[in-house]
């Protein structure tokens, strides 16, 4: 990433641009389409943590999404959104097909963790 753009990037997103860069060096987004051509996607944190994210609503599971985009209104967006976002724009994103009962299970999986 050329510097302007990196400069430009941290002007935006602040403190986010730089980790985000990294999970889309580390190749930890997977874009995750089903035969109807429903998408979400899943990356994998700097934890070690899988967090799904949708960039159809700008969503993601984490909790720095809930706690400083939701809650506090401090960003616009945690890292792993923009490394989506970011991956998406740059072509490093990796593809899974999944079929319609497995992206169920990611989604249902993910409901059984927040309640």
């Not at 403190?15 to 994998?44: C, E, H, K, N, W």
């Amino acid at each position: 990433v050329p510097d302007d753009l990196l400069l430009g990037l941290k002007f935006v997103f602040g403190p986010s641009a730089v980790p985000a860069l990294d999970l889309v060096d580390q190749r930890s987004v997977t874009r995750m389409r089903s035969p109807s051509g429903r998408i979400l996607y899943q990356v994998l944190g700097s934890s070690g943590k899988l967090y799904t994210c949708y960039s159809s609503c700008h969503f993601c599971t984490c909790p720095a999404f809930g706690f400083s985009v939701l809650q506090k209104s401090e960003s616009l967006l945690c890292k792993h959104i923009l490394a989506v976002y970011l991956s998406q724009a740059m072509g490093a994103c990796q593809e899974l097909a999944v079929s319609e009962e497995q992206l169920t299970n990611i989604l249902l999986a993910e409901e059984e963790d927040e309640g």
